[in-house]
C-alpha cells in the first residue's frame, strides 16, 4: 500500500487577496460603511468570528448534513472533480465537506467536543486553517449538487459548501473576484455595476437595432410600464455584453403580443447572495426584482435564461428575504412554452437544422424544476435534437458554475475537471451546445476553446427567434 | 445457563439498550434544537412525493447514479444491513424465543446471513484501507465501528445455535459486545441509521417541494408535453 500524497493543488494553495477590500474601505463605500459588505481585518479573532457565526447560522438541514455522512465515499463517483482527478483525494465531496464537518463536530458534537481525535474534529487554529477553507469551498466545488443527489444519506454537500463560504464572506475571507462582485452588486444593485443611464442607453440600442435587423415597426423594450402581464428580469451580461439576449427575447414578446416590462430598478435577476453564501445580499437583490413587480403591478416575473438566476429568484430569494411568494415567478423557457401551446408564435425547426445538444444547468435542474420544459422547445425548433449523456438531473456542470467563472485563481483547476464535460460534449456529435443559462455559456465556451471542440454555445431564446416562420406577425 | 449468562442475556441487556434510548431521545432533542427552514415559495412539485421518494431512494438503487455505476456496493450495503438486522434478532430470539433456533434451518440461516455480512465487513474494511479516497476520510471512529461490526458478526454466527452447555463463552462474547454497542452506538457514526430518516425527510421536502424529486427522466416527449406550470 503506497503512501498517498494528501497535498492540495496548487490551485487550491492561493493566499488571501486583498486589495479590493482596502481599496473599498479606502474609498468608505456605503455598504462598507453601513456593514454589509464584509472586509478582512487580520487584527481580529477571526476564528472566534467564525466559530459565532457557525454556532448562530446553522439550521437543521444543515446540521443533519454535518451529523449524517458515513464516510462510504461514493459521492467521488459523481463529483466532476473528483472523477478528473482520481489520484487525487482530496477532491472527493467528503472530504471537501469535512473541512467544515470536523469543525462543527469539535463545536457542536459531543464525541468531537470529548474526544476529537476520534472523529478527526479540530478547530481551525488561525487565518491561514480559514484561507485553506477558502480555497477548498471557493475553489474546488461548483456546488452542483451532483454528489447530493448520489449520496445515499442524504447529505446535501452542495449546502454545507455554500453554508461555509457564507460564514467566510462574513469575515471578508473570500476570492477577489467574489469580492468584487459581491461589491458590485451592494453598491449598484447589479453585478456588472451597469449604471442607469447604460442601461437605458443600451436598452434603446437594442430596440433600433432589432427594428432596423428584423423590419418590424414598432417593436418595443418597455422600461417601467405599469399594470403589464410580465416583468422581465435579466442578466447583466445581455446589457454589458450579449445583447442578443434581450433582443431575441424583445422579438419573441412583440410578436407573442406580449405586455411587458423591464424595470427601471431591481431588474438583474442574478445574485451573487447564491454562491458568496451571503444571505443578506441574496434577499437585498432578490427583494429588488419583487419590490419592483409589486410597484409596477406586473401580473407575474419572467426570469431570463439564467441558471442560478432562476435558482435564486424563483427559489432561493423568497425564503432569504423572509417574504411569502404572491406573484407567480418563471422562466423565460415556460413563457416560451405558452407561446408555443397557444399558436401565438409559429416556429419552423427547419430553421435550425444543425445538430443541437442540451446542457441542463445545475440550479435549474438539480435545485429547480425545469427538465422537460427546455426539451420540449427545443424539439420544435430545431431538426436534429439529441441528448448528452447523463443529462437532465444528472447531467454534469459547464465547471464555471457556483462563482467560479469569477476566480481565476482556480481556473487551472477548474479546466482540468472539465475534462468530464469535454468529454460529454463530444460524444453527442451536435454542432451545437444549447443551456439555459447565461453563466454556462462563458463555462462551455472556455470548456470547447480549452479542449478545442468544435462546437457553439446558444441559448434558447436564440434557436427560437431563429426559428420563427415568416408567417408571424403579432399576435 | 450459568448465572452470569443469564443477567448479561437479560438485565444487562435492558439496562444498555434503555441507556441507548435515552441518549437517543437526547440526540433527537438536539437535532430539534437547531431551526427548521420554512419554505415560502409556491410549489412546482409535491413536498409529500418528495419525502416518500428521499426516504424510499434506499430501495431503488436505480434511482442513483452512483449505485447504477457500483450495483456491487448496494449489494453489499444490503448483505451488510440485512447481517444486522439478524444478529440484532438475534439477541432477542436467544433469551426471549429460543426455541426458534432449535430449528437446525433457521441457524443455518441467520449463520449464511450473518456470515455473508461478516465477509462484507472484510471487504469493506479493505476498501476503507486501500481506497485512498476513502482512507483519507476515514477517522479512527469509521475503523473502530466497521472492525467492532466484523467481531460481531463473527460472534453472532457462533452465538446463534445457542449451546450454551458446551460453548457460552460463545453467547458470553456475543451478548457482551451487544451490550457494549448500545452504550457505544449513540456515540459512533453508527448512529447515522438514527439521522438517516432526518435527512432524507429534509432533502425529500426540499426537493420534492421543487418539483426535483421524485427524479424524473428528461423524457421522449409525449402528446402532452411539458407539465403545466
Known amino acids: ?475 | 445457563m450459568s448465572p452470569f449468562l443469564r443477567v448479561l442475556e437479560n438485565e444487562v441487556q435492558i439496562v444498555a439498550l434503555l441507556f441507548l434510548a435515552s441518549v437517543y431521545v437526547f440526540r433527537i432533542l438536539w437535532i430539534l434544537r437547531f431551526e427548521p427552514t420554512r419554505e415560502r415559495t409556491r410549489p412546482a412539485g409535491s413536498k409529500r412525493e418528495g419525502i416518500a421518494y428521499s426516504l424510499l431512494s434506499i430501495s431503488m438503487p436505480w434511482s442513483m447514479e452512483a449505485l447504477r455505476k457500483k450495483p456491487g456496493f448496494y449489494v453489499q450495503f444490503l448483505i451488510f444491513h440485512l447481517g444486522v438486522t439478524a444478529a440484532i434478532a438475534a439477541t432477542f430470539i436467544i433469551p426471549y424465543r429460543p426455541e426458534l433456533f432449535r430449528t437446525k434451518a433457521v441457524v443455518l440461516l441467520f449463520q449464511i446471513i450473518i456470515g455473508a455480512a461478516f465477509v462484507v465487513g472484510l471487504m469493506r474494511l479493505r476498501r476503507r484501507l486501500r481506497n485512498p479516497a476513502v482512507r483519507l476520510i476515514s477517522t479512527p471512529d469509521d475503523y473502530f465501528s466497521l472492525i467492532l461490526m466484523i467481531l460481531y458478526f463473527a460472534a453472532a454466527v457462533l452465538a446463534v445455535p445457542n449451546r450454551f452447555p458446551t460453548a457460552e463463552w460463545t453467547l458470553v462474547l456475543f451478548f457482551g459486545l451487544t451490550a457494549f454497542f448500545l452504550v457505544y452506538v449513540p456515540f459512533s457514526k453508527i448512529s447515522h441509521y438514527l439521522y438517516y430518516p432526518f435527512a432524507r425527510y429534509v432533502l425529500g421536502k426540499t426537493l420534492g417541494h421543487r418539483g426535483v424529486f421524485p427524479i424524473k427522466e428528461a423524457k421522449e416527449e409525449t402528446a402532452f408535453g411539458p407539465p403545466e406550470k
Open chain 1, 1 to 475: 500500500m503506497g503512501r498517498q500524497k494528501n497535498e492540495p493543488p496548487p490551485a487550491l494553495k492561493s493566499p488571501l487577496e486583498t486589495s479590493s477590500q482596502e481599496r473599498a474601505r479606502a474609498a468608505n463605500l456605503g455598504s462598507v460603511a453601513e456593514g454589509r459588505l464584509k472586509l478582512y481585518d487580520p487584527q481580529a479573532d477571526n476564528v472566534r468570528k467564525f466559530l459565532d457565526l457557525l454556532g448562530r447560522k446553522i439550521n437543521r438541514p444543515l446540521a443533519l448534513s454535518f451529523a449524517a455522512c458515513v464516510h462510504c465515499g461514493l459521492c467521488a463517483e459523481s463529483c466532476h472533480y473528483a472523477l478528473a482527478r482520481p489520484d487525487d483525494p482530496t477532491m472527493t465531496p467528503a472530504y471537501k465537506a469535512d473541512q467544515i464537518r470536523r469543525i462543527f463536530k469539535r463545536h457542536k458534537d459531543w464525541t468531537g467536543r470529548i474526544i476529537p481525535w476520534w472523529v478527526h474534529a479540530r478547530y481551525p487554529r488561525d487565518d491561514a486553517d480559514l484561507n485553506l477553507l477558502k480555497n477548498i469551498v471557493f475553489g474546488a466545488c461548483s456546488a452542483c449538487r451532483r454528489c447530493t443527489l448520489n449520496c445515499p444519506m442524504g447529505v446535501d454537500t452542495a449546502a454545507l459548501v455554500r453554508f461555509t463560504r457564507g460564514l467566510l464572506t462574513e469575515l471578508g475571507i473570500v476570492p477577489e473576484g467574489i469580492f468584487n462582485v459581491n461589491r458590485d452588486q451592494w453598491e449598484t444593485g447589479n453585478q456588472m455595476a451597469v449604471t442607469e443611464e447604460d442601461y437605458l442607453e443600451t436598452i434603446a440600442w437594442v430596440r433600433e437595432e432589432l427594428e432596423s435587423e428584423t423590419g418590424i415597426r414598432g417593436i418595443e423594450i418597455p422600461v417601467d410600464r405599469t399594470d403589464c402581464d410580465f416583468l422581465y428580469v435579466i442578466n447583466p451580461r445581455e446589457i454589458k455584453f450579449d445583447p442578443r439576449s434581450l433582443s431575441d427575447a424583445a422579438r419573441i414578446f412583440h410578436l407573442a403580443g406580449e405586455k411587458w416590462t423591464l424595470p427601471k430598478r431591481g431588474w438583474d435577476m442574478t445574485n451573487y447572495g447564491l454562491f458568496s453564501g451571503d444571505d443578506s445580499l441574496g434577499a437585498y437583490i432578490a427583494e429588488n426584482v419583487y419590490q419592483a413587480a409589486a410597484w409596477l403591478r406586473s401580473g407575474r416575473i419572467v426570469i431570463s435564461e439564467c441558471g442560478h438566476g432562476y435558482r435564486s429568484t424563483r427559489w432561493e430569494g423568497y425564503n432569504w428575504a423572509g417574504r411569502d411568494q404572491t406573484v407567480p415567478t418563471e422562466s423565460v423557457v415556460i413563457t416560451l412554452v405558452r407561446y408555443l401551446r397557444q399558436g401565438r408564435i409559429k416556429v419552423d425547426s427547419a430553421k435550425n437544422p444543425e445538430p443541437v445538444t442540451f446542457h441542463d444547468s445545475c440550479n435549474i435542474a438539480r435545485s429547480g424544476d425545469l427538465v422537460e420544459e427546455p426539451r420540449w422547445v427545443l424539439r420544435r425548433v430545431c431538426a436534429d435534437f439529441r441528448e448528452m449523456e447523463p443529462h437532465g438531473r444528472e447531467n454534469f456542470c459547464c465547471t464555471g458554475g457556483g462563482g467560479l467563472l469569477s476566480t481565476p485563481e482556480y481556473r487551472s483547476l477548474r479546466l482540468e475537471a472539465a475534462k468530464i464535460k469535454a468529454e460529454q460534449l463530444q460524444a453527442t456529435g451536435a454542432k451545437l451546445v444549447c443551456t439555459m443559462c447565461h453563466n454556462c455559456v462563458d463555462g462551455l465556451a472556455d470548456v470547447i476553446k480549452h479542449y478545442k471542440l468544435n462546437l457553439k454555445v446558444v441559448q434558447i431564446l436564440e434557436l427560437v427567434s431563429r426559428a420563427l416562420a415568416s408567417g408571424n406577425v403579432q399576435s
